[in-house]
């Protein structure tokens, strides 16, 4: 059992002064702050425990107190979650969590073609941000989720939605010529072929120049661009 009863010395309740222990009424522990209740203050209220999904993907529900379950249902929307600041590990070990990831990094990176567009990209831009609504950090900060973002990934139907913005994101760049504009050219192999920063798997972009080149090409050298610039400076 996940909960369980014991003896312990006097105390009161947490949510009320009845006493509980060796000469109380029985108490329970709460699965979610780990405090002790009353029997009439733990009630019958089971949810899903933050940490246990963080740390363990666990995303089975458990017996909390009445307090516990209006506080886990009134914040299951708000997006307080940072993994990479709470468990960045995480998304080794969760390939739909890392689709996620990825997915609102491309998003992310896609999102300076769509704005800067005078065509149709930046109506599109405008039409998914009201699509998003209270969502629209699923652009602006690929690591923050909420309690129910993560069910989502954990049921697929979060990795399946943004899929599909994805797709129609990327769509408009490639056939748009002056979102192309905004695109690179790999300054290693000088293959015409116009790259992305949202290629994810076959592009790296420069942290301190954003110029983006193949990762074949790049392969742990030095950027061409930031070594111009070096020796602009240093001359």
């Known amino acids: 059992k996940q909960w369980y009863q014991r003896r312990v010395a006097i105390t009161a309740g947490v949510s009320c002064s009845n006493k509980i222990g060796n000469q109380g009424q029985d108490y329970k522990v709460c699965n979610y702050d780990k405090l002790y209740y009353c029997q009439s203050c733990y009630g019958n209220n089971s949810s899903i425990i933050p940490s246990k999904i ?5 995303h089975r529900p458990y017996r909390v107190s009445k307090r516990s379950y209006d ?13 990479s600041k709470l468990n960045v590990t995480l998304y080794n070990h969760v390939p739909e969590l890392k689709k ?4 609102r990094t491309i998003l992310l990176d896609i999102r300076e073609y769509l704005v800067r567009c005078n065509g ?7 039409q998914i941000r009201k699509k998003l609504g209270t969502h629209c950090y699923y652009w602006d900060a690929p690591h923050l989720y909420s309690l129910q973002d993560l069910t989502k990934v954990h ?7 943004l899929k599909k913005i994805v797709q129609k994101c990327i ?3 490639y056939c748009c010529n002056r979102c192309t504009d905004f ?16 290629e994810l798997q076959t592009t790296v972009q420069c942290s301190k120049c954003r110029a983006v080149h193949h990762k074949t090409c790049r392969n742990k050298q030095e950027c061409p661009r930031c070594l111009r610039r070096q020796s602009y400076f240093s001359s």
């Open 71 to 83: 506080y886990l249902q009134h914040v299951s929307n708000q997006p307080s979650l940072n993994l």
């Open 171 to 173: 769509h408009h760049v």
């Open 54 to 58: 963080i740390f363990n993907w666990d």
């Open 100 to 103: 996620c990831q990825d997915y």
């Open 120 to 126: 149709k990209g930046g109506q599109l831009y405008e």
């Open 183 to 198: 695109g690179h050219i790999c300054e290693f192999c000088r293959n015409p072929k116009i790259i992305f920063s949202f």
């Open 155 to 161: 049921t697929s139907q979060l990795v399946n939605y």
